[in-house]
């Protein structure tokens, strides 16, 4: 079996008057994060994950910031092209394994919906799917809620 490790991280300024979607979810907050796109920073680092993994360049490339296509675009439908880029090269993911981090909000009652969500897009159980959160203990720009990044880190194995 040949087995293919990924690792992605993504960063976002917070805005006032944006919403905030983490993990494919909305989530609760007085500021959302700035971005092309939904500013999804959880499914953002998945999907660099996900085409790091097989080398297949990073959300950039196939997500352009200056394409009009993906303004506002939801993040689960970038999610949902890149897992259809790992699947045509013959492969399924095993795992994932991901942090995020800021101050505020609080995420842990939203991990659950979360998982399900992006176990969903990228079929496997939800037990593949770990979302973890920390802060800076209130250091740097994240700790002063300026922004938030997610990091992840995912197997692939071949069919």
């Known amino acids: 079996m040949s087995f293919r490790i990924g690792s992605g991280i993504d960063f976002h300024q917070f805005a006032e008057g944006r919403a905030l979607w983490i993990g494919g979810i909305q989530i609760p907050h007085h500021k959302g994060a700035l971005g092309h796109s939904d500013a999804d920073v959880l499914l953002h680092a998945i999907c660099d994950a996900l085409l790091g993994a097989l080398s297949l360049g990073d959300i950039g490339v196939h997500f352009p910031n200056n394409d009009p296509r993906y303004k506002d675009i939801d993040s ?84």
């Open 76 to 159: 689960k439908i970038l999610l949902t092209e890149t897992m259809r880029l790992i699947t045509e090269k013959g492969y399924q993911v095993v795992n994932v394994d991901s942090t995020l981090c800021l101050q505020e909000p609080k995420i842990k009652k939203y991990v659950p919906t979360m998982q399900e969500t992006i176990a969903g897009i990228l079929a496997v159980s939800v037990a593949d799917i770990s979302v973890k959160a920390t802060t800076t203990e209130e250091m740097g720009a994240i700790g002063r809620e300026e922004g938030l990044m997610a990091m992840a880190t995912v197997l692939l194995q071949k069919i």
